[in-house]
């Protein structure tokens, strides 16, 4: 006689096995379900984290600003709404360290004695879109600003400024400088309008917009004279990469027009941005921690 093993249905399997797999089902459903709790409570910490992050970032390394008019075209592009002119990733810390410098384009907060920004931004239309602007400038969208400028420095402290030689050249100490950015707007000819020679006080510096033709600067803020310096004081920091819109991704040049005619040398010209792209990283670092931490939380 063969022994045959009788068969065994889903009843008559263990209790105890039976009872360990409802144990680890119900554990799987409780842990999915605090994971999934814990993430909407640490939310709010790290929507705080991230703002409070972007504050300190844009207070004391870097902040990005919005060119608001065609004055330093076409090395930066500017223009009223609704066109959407260039960003720029302005880097704060280097004049910490250093002082401006010939040729370096830089943002500034406009002195008393400037009244003419370029352009003239539209003020919101209620407290709520106010609000909503502040809170995007907080955390790195930017809007126009009436105090607020961008030019290239021409002259520093010390330094003598006049235009022009018979080449139609801006002369710093009785020489001519070498200007490649300079951009002549269709229309409004190629002939820089002429000024008295002007000697600059220490800590202020004599700016100029690249747009030669199309810029109140130093040459017509103020009195036209003293009164159109800015003192270096007000400069808030160096344009250093354009960051939107995608198209026009890339690095602000930095060329030092005195190079030629003081015989610096040509390495130099490269230096700062090393030093910018340096200080922009913990912009981006934090940035990617912030948005790794995030998506940790709803993976639990």
Known sequence: MVDVAPSRDSSDEDPERASDEEKIEEFRKRSKKKRKGSFWRELPILVVVAVGLAFLIQTFLARVYMIPSESMEQTLHGCAAPC??????????TYDFTDPSAG??????????????????????NAVVGFFQGLGSLIGIPTASKEDFVKRIIAVGGQTVKCCDEKNRVLVDGKPLDEPYVYWE?????????????KIPDGYLFVMGDNRNDSCDSRCQGDRRLGGLVPVENVVGKARVIVLPPSRWGGVGDHNPQAVALGAPAWQDAVPAGVGIAAAWPVLLIGRRVRARIRRSRLG
């Not at 370096?104 to 239309?125: A, K, L, M, Y």
Request: glycine residues 12%; charged residues 25%; proline residues 11%.
């Open 84 to 93: 959407f002119g260039d960003r720029v990733l302005v880097d704060k810390l």
């Open 104 to 125: 370096e384009v830089v943002v500034f907060h406009g002195p008393d004695s400037w009244i003419n920004n370029d352009f003239g931004p539209t003020e919101p239309p």
């Open 186 to 198: 269709p229309g409004r000819g190629s002939f820089q309008e002429s000024f008295d020679e002007l």
